[in-house]
Structures are given as C-alpha cells and as structure tokens.
C-alpha cells in the first residue's frame, strides 16, 4: 500500500515552453501533498504544499506564478513549470501524505531538462 | 522550527560488516523521525519511523533505529549489510501536531565495498 506514482518520469523541453508534472496516490486519498526539488548529491528542497481544494502554500523564494500546483482531488496534485527556462532543470518530487497516517509516502521523481 | 544533522555525508563499509548511520536533531517541541532511502535517479522510500511508543524500531530490509530522546538522536543501524543497501539514507522530522512540514537532513551516502 501507499503508493505514490509521478508521470513523466523524464521530460526534455524547449526553453520557454511549459511542463505538466503529474502525481497521483494510487491506493489512498490524500489530503495533502508536497513538492521537493533535488539538485544533484544535495537533500530536498521543499517547494510548496497543497491541500486538496485549496491553494497552495509556497515556500520562501519560490515563484508561484513559474512553478503552478494544482490539486483537484484527493488523489492528483499537478505541478506545471511554466516559460521552463535551462535553471530549472532539476529533479522534482512529490510526496503524498495518507490522511490517516502522519507519513509522507514519495513519488518516483521525474527529471526535467531544459535546453 | 526544528533542524536535523548527519554529520557523516559518506561512509563506506564492507559488505556483511555493520552500520550505523547517524542522525541528530533539534526542535522544541515533540517530533516524529523518519529514515528515508533513495537509490539512485529514484525517489525515496520509507525505510522506518518513530511517532510514539518503543523506542526501538524496525523497518525494511533489516534496518532498525532508536530514538533516544535525551540525546536528541535516532541512529540507524544494520547489522550486516549488502551490496544492494548502496544509496543515500536522509533522516527527516516532523512537528506533532504541526504543519506536516518535513525537515531532512543533508543526507549520508552508504557506499558497500565488496
């Protein structure tokens, strides 16, 4: 149990184009999910954290307006890049928390080039 | 807020020999602690956690750890390990009661020398 899936795995994309990253709880609902960036041999960077049917709340320096999250349902949340430009090639991962479990189950990760 | 150490960034051991990975934190409040593992270009796996009880506890793949609340730590420990356990180990902790938030440590590379 407690299976959190991410798609696309890896993505390439033009700079100025945007990239949807999806991230779904295969087996529970979750009410609250995270988004981490990773730079490489560093620890998680936390980006933001959404609830299910309201906004999400950024961390300090991040762009809301460049890095969009959207959670529909208690089992997808969406992180789009948008205008991704070469500095915002990264691992992205995303974690989902069980509402009646205070752990964070992690996604897979996908990783985005930008050229 | 709270923070967390891992004061070795690599350690390589010989396989079939212990490990003990070391984790330490600081925070005001109660915490829960939590051992993540991540292999490489994956994302990362619950290898335990402690939110009350025992002190001692046992995940996957024959980890344990001990949360010693005096010393503000929860080391991990295995006592043989493999080839296949080569990867980054992150401790991580969370308020009780808090905003759900995750804090890591800057993690420790296990390397197994064969």
């Known amino acids: 149990g407690a299976v959190v899936s991410q798609h696309p795995s890896r993505v390439i994309c033009k700079s100025g184009t945007s990239v949807k990253i999806e991230c779904r709880s295969l087996d529970f609902q979750a009410t609250t999910m995270f988004w981490y960036r990773q730079f490489p041999k560093q620890s998680l960077m936390l980006m933001a954290t959404?609830?299910?049917?309201?906004?999400?709340?950024?961390e300090q320096g991040v762009e809301k307006d460049k890095f969009l999250i959207n959670h529909a349902s208690l089992t997808l949340s969406t992180l789009t890049v948008t205008s991704a430009h070469p500095e915002d090639s990264s691992f992205y991962i995303c974690?989902?928390?069980?509402?009646?479990?205070?752990?964070?189950?992690f996604g897979p990760g996908t990783r985005l080039l930008v050229l | 807020a709270q923070s967390v150490t891992q004061l070795d960034s690599q350690v390589p051991v010989f396989e079939e020999a212990p490990v003990e990975l070391r984790c330490n934190y600081s925070s005001s409040v109660s915490v829960y602690l939590f051992w993540y593992v991540q292999y490489p270009n994956q994302g990362l796996q619950l290898l335990l956690k402690?939110?009350?009880?025992?002190?001692l506890v046992k995940g996957i793949n024959g980890f344990e750890a001990e949360f010693n609340k005096s010393q503000t730590s929860f080391h991990l420990r295995k006592p043989s390990v493999h080839i296949s356990d080569t990867a980054e180990y992150f401790c991580a902790v969370s308020q009780v009661g808090g905003n759900e938030k995750l804090t890591f440590g800057t993690g420790t590379r296990l390397t197994i020398i064969p």
């Open positions: 974690s989902a928390k069980d509402r009646t479990e205070e752990t964070q189950y």
């Open positions: 959404s609830n299910e049917g309201s906004k999400a709340t950024y």
């Open positions: 402690y939110l009350s009880g025992s002190t």
